[in-house]
């Protein structure tokens, strides 16, 4: 589960440091560009896949078990 994790986080990364059309064009990527600006959007999905990373390779290593349930 950890490694989906890092692999969505890079996926986001890429997306916002790319723009990539279908990316930032997503629903809720529009949103968060109305909210603050195209600029500020990349920024914050390229902080929330850097989130992903390092919580998946965290959970991948085994230095944090994931949640129960």
Known sequence: ???VLAAVGVFAI???TFEWGFFMNHRKARFLVSLFGRTAA???YMALGAGLVVTGL???MGVV???AG
């Open 14 to 16: 890429c997306g916002a």
């Open 65 to 67: 078990q994931k949640a």
């Open 42 to 44: 990349r920024i914050i």
């Open 1 to 3: 589960m950890g490694w």
């Open 58 to 60: 965290l959970i991948g």
